[in-house]
């Protein structure tokens, strides 16, 4: 909370998958590139379902903490959602579409980029997406298990953060 309290009003991408929403070591890396290539500002709670380690140099790009240092923060444990969503700074919000999420994140009124992992979630993600306009589509690759490239994740969070017109009506929903 410290650290978003230094970032400027709606220029960070949270990014949070639920208690139970975990990652491939090579998805995680995919992910950090994509961030790293959008150029904005994240905070990012993560899991890694192959490793209980907890030194994220492992399993993240090289060197990617220390040149995302001045813009992004990686916290390998539970984050407070609520007061996440509820601060000033976050501008997006990369979520799995939970119930929960789904609903603190249109209470605080923060648009979504829907990356559904299981159950309901797809069907949550459709409907922010097309009924609702509450949320940015990102395109999943399910041949390869939900993949989602660094070229498409780089590409949602700009949609997100408003740098085209999809992103736009998002932000103004």
Same mark, same amino acid.
């Given at each position: 909370? $410290?650290?978003?309290?230094? =970032? ?6 949270? +990014?949070?998958?639920?208690? &139970? ?6 998805? @995680? $890396?995919?992910? /950090? #590139?994509?961030?790293? *290539?959008?150029?904005?500002?994240? +905070? ?11 030194? +994220?140099?492992?399993? @993240?790009? !090289?060197?990617? #903490? ?17 007061? %996440? #969503?509820? *601060? ?17 994140? %249109? ?5 979504? &980029? /829907?990356?559904?992992?299981? /159950?309901?979630?797809? +069907?949550? /993600?459709?409907? @922010?997406?097309? !009924? ?7 395109? @999943? !690759? ?10 498409? #994740? ?5 949609? &997100? ?6 992103? =736009? ?5």
């Amino acid at each position: 909370m $410290k650290w978003l309290g230094q =970032q400027p009003p709606s220029s960070v991408v949270f +990014l949070c998958f639920g208690s &139970l929403g975990t990652f491939s070591v090579e998805q @995680l $890396k995919e992910m /950090a #590139l994509g961030l790293e *290539h959008s150029g904005y500002r994240f +905070l990012w709670s993560l899991r890694c379902r192959s490793s209980t380690d907890t030194d +994220l140099d492992k399993f @993240l790009l !090289d060197g990617f #903490l220390d040149r995302t240092q001045r813009w992004g923060l990686v916290v390998q444990s539970w984050a407070p959602q609520v007061a %996440i #969503l509820g *601060h000033v700074a976050v501008g997006g919000f990369v979520s799995h579409c939970g119930w929960n999420s789904t609903l603190e994140s %249109i209470w605080f009124g923060v648009p979504m &980029l /829907a990356w559904p992992l299981y /159950a309901e979630q797809k +069907l949550n /993600a459709f409907q @922010l997406v097309r !009924d609702c306009s509450l949320a940015v589509e990102l395109s @999943l !690759d399910y041949e390869k298990n939900g993949w989602v490239s660094a070229e498409e #994740l780089e590409k949602g969070v700009r949609c &997100l953060m408003g740098e085209s017109e999809e992103g =736009q009506k998002v932000r103004e929903s």
